[in-house]
């Protein structure tokens, strides 16, 4: 069964401090993604990866950057955390080409910005 | 650019019910297809996935979904909806990119 963890699954941080949220997957997947989720918007796409050493900006990156320094490990940066971002995070790998496309989620991360 | 719009934000259904969840599409050429069910708390999960070929395909726990080119819509439907079905429901599209793009969800709620 594939498996992405992340961690932590609930953060508090203060308005301008710096904020790391960890994703691992053991699938062996080649692309890795950052979603935020908010009421009324669904999932939207912050930043995604293609393989180690590799970022993309996806629709919403203001605000974030991502690293992703290996195979199983890809990171959210945010530099200086506002409450706008407050919200739940989703991390996702995947391999989407063709027929055998799919992508699985992990479980979330809570993160509220005061 | 590709899109999906759930246009139900909340459904409401009796348990032993039929149901269909609304998707429309917009996408320029064959698109691939995709519906995840989010349990509370939990992440998302595959239901099923369409991509070119037979247009009615079948997903988990009696779940399936129809393609139509011709009304740019991917509706789900289930026979008899169980309680443990109390979920909200993604609609997605696959970008040219291998990125999905998500609708914003229907929250399905199950009457006794």
Redo the contacts between chains.
Sequence with gaps: EAAVTQSPRNKVAVTGGKVTLSCNQTNNHNNMYWYRQDTGHGLRLIHYSYGAGSTEKGDIPDGYKASRPSQENFSLILELATPSQTSVYFCASGDLGGRMAEQFFGPGTRLTVL | AQSVT?PD?RVTVSEGASLQLRCKYSYFGTP?L?W?VQYP??????LL?Y?PGDPVVQGVNGFEAEFSKSNSSFHLRKASVHWSDWAVY?CAV?SNY????????TKLTVEP
């Design positions: 759930q934000a691939y995709f995840y708390r939990q992440g998302l999960q595959l996935k991509y993604f696959l291998n990125v999905l793009y998500f609708g914003s969800g």
